[in-house]
């Protein structure tokens, strides 16, 4: 598994909106500048289906992240399992109005772990931005 984490000045019933939120998604889940996500599509219930359109801004590329809901505990678990049957769990607590996430994932075998790492934390980092500075 993989470990990735991040605290957020913000309470969590806000970043927990915020992160499954299909509107709030197409806003920061990316993991660079010249990325994006023009389509975000969830049914967020145990069973659920979720399609993230992640695209190159430049149109030279794009692919569909996505998978089923495994686990919703509100504003404290979320896990998934991915299209090719990777797992994922995050984790969300609170204390004096900011919030920890904590998120493990199993690797894919293209790519090296560094590399996965840095780039869901890379959006990860966004999505803390994207709460701590939205108004």
Same mark, same amino acid.
């Given at each position: 598994?993989? +470990?990735?984490?991040?605290?957020?000045?913000?309470?969590?019933?806000?970043?927990?909106?915020?992160?499954?939120?299909?509107?709030?998604?197409?806003?920061?889940?990316?993991?660079?500048?010249?990325?994006?996500?023009? &389509?975000?599509?969830?049914?967020?219930?145990? %069973?659920? +289906?979720?399609?993230?359109?992640?695209?190159?801004?430049? %149109?030279?590329?794009?692919?569909?992240?996505?998978?089923?809901?495994?686990?919703?505990?509100?504003?404290?678990?979320?896990?998934?399992?991915?299209?090719? %049957?990777?797992?994922?769990?995050?984790?969300?607590?609170? &204390?004096?109005?900011?919030?920890?996430?904590?998120?493990?994932?199993?690797?894919?075998?293209?790519?090296?772990?560094?590399?996965?790492?840095? %780039?869901?934390?890379?959006?990860?980092?966004?999505? &803390?931005?994207?709460?701590?500075?939205?108004?």
């Amino acid at each position: 598994m993989i +470990h990735i984490q991040t605290t957020i000045s913000a309470p969590i019933l806000d970043v927990w909106e915020k992160y499954n939120n299909p509107d709030d998604i197409q806003q920061w889940n990316h993991a660079t500048d010249d990325w994006h996500c023009p &389509k975000a599509e969830s049914e967020f219930i145990v %069973g659920g +289906h979720f399609s993230y359109t992640m695209a190159a801004k430049d %149109g030279s590329f794009s692919f569909d992240f996505e998978g089923r809901f495994t686990e919703i505990i509100p504003e404290k678990q979320l896990s998934y399992e991915i299209a090719d %049957g990777r797992k994922v769990d995050m984790f969300f607590s609170e &204390k004096d109005e900011q919030t920890h996430i904590d998120c493990d994932f199993e690797p894919e075998t293209v790519n090296s772990e560094e590399m996965q790492q840095s %780039g869901w934390q890379a959006i990860l980092d966004n999505f &803390k931005d994207y709460v701590e500075n939205k108004k």
